[in-house]
């Protein structure tokens, strides 16, 4: 198994858009990748309700697991846009 | 916008929860019974009437009149009764069917649209194909419930982790029973609710609406709006003043009116007369549809400058966001909001690219006058790179002026960009701070303002207490500005996000009026201006009762200028004075709107 901690960098934690951005970047991944905070139980990074709903803030340290082919390329990836502040980064809308 | 990805759910707030704002629902009657007890009568412009007719009183949250068929929302049939499932691999793909569609046709929604209107249906899409969700929809099957059954609990259990998150998250909440009830729709093949096509125009009827319900309206079909539940400062009325669609919220009895009858709509007074004449068929309806088109698209420069029908002369300015906003020919802006500038950003934008962004938005009022308030962050709009602490109570909290008692230097660096911007431009600019309590407040806010070389520092007015000491505050200041909005929350105690509230929140509300007219008093023996710039302004009706009160400028969308400009032509200056003192001699809101509709 894959492992990884990475600190959230995103101004709102992982909720609107970087919660938006984070879920669709997990679904392209080949290998599911399952977040964990402390010793809650880890949650799947595909579904938007339970990223949600874990209420991550800015600044909290996560980790990031997966198995199997792909996984820690898939570990990486989310890794890095966790790590991104993602509430500065361009807004293709506006 | 990009903190409301998931945003503008605040509405459908369970039925359990509306409350009928006291004294203002619930009045149904014919014309002439409620025309005795002198409580609500027919719209002026409602159009022919028949013996038949009988009238509903709720709140007008964006002006103008119409007529037209009802067409209901559809809303959603209570559920069949379980049922035993014999084939459970059927129930399941009936399931993931019905999911999928709902998904794919959000998605295909969105793609139909842009900014925050898509990006509100993307996060629904998203939602609906959560693998959270299908993974519980699936182990409620496989546990034997069928399939309408097992995606209403699915989508329940959901809403009710979501509520358990408070604030934000709370607000979700009605999203997931909005896509519950398509889901549920879809899978027993009944029609999926949402906004009717019945390929006329039409008066649309609902018991509220869903921000998918709002991003999929078509402006040109629907006439008019009325709904049973929602407040004056709802998404509802927020989406209808930007359509310049006449709207009404809070009309208790509204989805009782069959399809298909006829209604007129006064969005200014608040009343639907239903069983009126149809509109003359073709003529009418396109003539409301006219009418509309005239208030958004209105030429603002041909409307002159606003003044009462004796000459009394009353600015009328435009609150503007962004570039967006801004329309020719307008007197002037009367809150140029600065937040847009200071969105997402970590630190604060430079003095030089703040003051290219200001002088483009002053250079676009040549020769007018532009009121630019100071950053307002907090509570419901808050800034990354300002690092506020969180507050259980943001409202109350560090919000508007008070940032600067953290981070004084955002302060200066805007100031001096805005007074420099202010050198290089063709127009008059004022200054405000927003959220001003005490005169040592706005001392020290004039003190920083003029030091950077401003000549016209005011404050706005949104906290009682500064109604109440506006002579104080005038002492220090050039002029005024009423956020009516605020200031009406914060007298009433009633949090504006709450939509149960909306008879509190309403800006008849005599209380609220009070302290209007003791900051106008105030400005008068001044000799001073003090301008509304809130909601209260873009109300036609309203609009003459501020004026009576003394207010000097009003301040509103672009889409409410001819409505209110058309209103005030029609009334002397005495005549708005006393509809101003009927108006604080009432005893509520309903009494207070029937008293001026009388006139």
């Known amino acids: ?94 | 916008m990009s903190e409301r990805v998931l945003g503008g759910g605040a509405l459908g707030e369970s039925a359990a929860l509306a409350v009928a704002p006291a004294g203002q629902v619930g009045e149904v009657g014919t014309a002439d019974e409620v025309g005795q007890v002198g409580e609500v009568r027919a719209a002026p412009g409602a159009g022919p009437q028949t013996a038949a007719t009988s009238v509903l009183s709720g709140v007008g949250v964006s002006a103008g009149t119409a007529i037209g068929p009802v067409v209901r929302m559809t809303s959603p049939e209570p559920l069949p009764p379980p049922r035993p499932v014999a084939d459970a691999a059927a129930e399941r793909s009936a399931a993931e069917r019905a999911v999928a569609e709902l998904a794919a046709d959000l998605a295909a929604r969105a793609e139909r649209l842009s900014g925050e209107a898509k990006e509100i249906l993307e996060a629904l899409a998203m939602i609906a194909e959560d693998p959270t969700l299908g993974d519980d929809v699936r182990r409620r099957v496989a546990a034997g419930t069928d399939a309408p059954h097992a995606l209403t609990e699915a989508f329940d259990a959901q809403a009710d982790l979501l509520r358990e998150g408070g604030g934000y998250l709370a607000e979700r909440a009605a999203d997931l029973e909005d896509l519950r009830d398509r889901a549920v729709a879809a899978v027993l093949g009944r029609p999926i609710p949402g906004i009717p096509d019945p390929g006329h125009p039409f008066v649309l009827v609902a018991a509220d609406l869903a921000p998918a319900d709002t991003a999929n309206l078509n402006p040109d079909q629907v006439l008019a709006i009325v709904t049973e539940r929602g407040g004056p400062t709802s998404h509802t009325a927020i989406l209808a003043r930007g359509l310049g669609i006449p709207a009404i919220v809070a009309a208790a009895g509204a989805t009782g009116i069959a399809d298909g009858t006829n209604v007129a709509v006064d969005g200014t007074s608040g009343t639907v007369t239903v069983g009126v004449e149809p509109a003359a068929n073709s003529a009418d309806v396109p003539h409301a549809r006219a009418t509309r088109a005239a208030r958004t698209q209105v030429d603002l420069a041909d409307l002159g400058p606003g003044h009462t029908k004796d000459g009394h002369p009353v600015s009328l300015y435009l609150n503007i966001g962004s570039m967006k906003d801004v329309r020719t020919g307008a007197q002037g802006a009367g809150l140029l909001r600065t937040e847009f500038l200071f969105l997402g950003r970590k630190d604060s934008p430079s003095r030089a690219e703040q003051h290219a962004a200001y002088l483009e938005l002053f250079n676009a009022f040549p020769g007018a006058r532009v009121v630019i308030r100071t950053l307002d962050a907090g509570a419901d709009k808050p800034l990354p790179f300002l690092a506020l602490p969180d507050e259980e109570n943001p409202a109350l909290g560090v919000r508007g002026l008070r940032t600067a008692r953290l981070r004084p230097e955002v302060l200066d660096d805007q100031l001096a960009a805005i007074a420099s911007a202010a050198e290089a431009a063709a127009c008059e600019v004022w200054v405000m701070a927003p959220m001003v309590a005490t005169p040592a407040e706005a001392a020290d806010f004039a003190a920083r303002a003029r030091a950077h070389g401003l000549q016209h520092v005011g404050a706005m007015v949104e906290i009682p207490a500064a109604a109440l000491r506006a002579a104080r505050l005038l002492e220090h200041l050039d002029f005024l500005s009423i956020g009516t909005n605020d200031l009406g929350q914060y007298t009433m105690a009633a949090d504006r996000q709450d939509g149960r509230l909306p008879d509190l929140l309403d800006p008849w509300q005599p209380a609220l009026l009070e302290l209007i007219a003791l900051a106008a008093e105030a400005g008068r023996a001044a000799g001073k201006p003090v301008g509304v710039c809130g909601e209260a302004a873009a109300d036609p009706r309203l609009a003459a009762v501020l004026v009576g009160l003394g207010v000097t400028s009003l301040s509103m969308a672009a889409a409410a200028v001819p409505a209110v400009h058309a209103e005030l032509s029609a009334r002397t200056l005495r005549e708005c004075r006393e509809l101003a003192e009927q108006a604080r001699d009432a005893l509520d809101p309903a009494q207070a709107r029937a008293l001026a509709s009388r006139s």
């Open chain 1, 1 to 94: 198994m894959v492992e990884r901690t990475v600190v959230v960098g995103s101004t709102s934690g992982l909720h609107a858009r970087p919660a938006k951005l984070l879920v669709n970047a997990a679904k392209e991944q080949p290998a599911a990748v399952r977040l964990r905070v402390g010793d809650r139980p880890a949650i799947d990074t595909r579904s938007i309700l339970a990223v949600l709903t874990a209420r991550v803030k800015q600044g909290t340290e996560v980790t990031l697991e997966a198995e199997g082919d792909g996984a820690e390329a898939a570990v990486a990836a989310l890794a890095d846009l966790i790590a991104r502040n993602l509430d500065e980064e361009g807004d293709e809308d506006e």
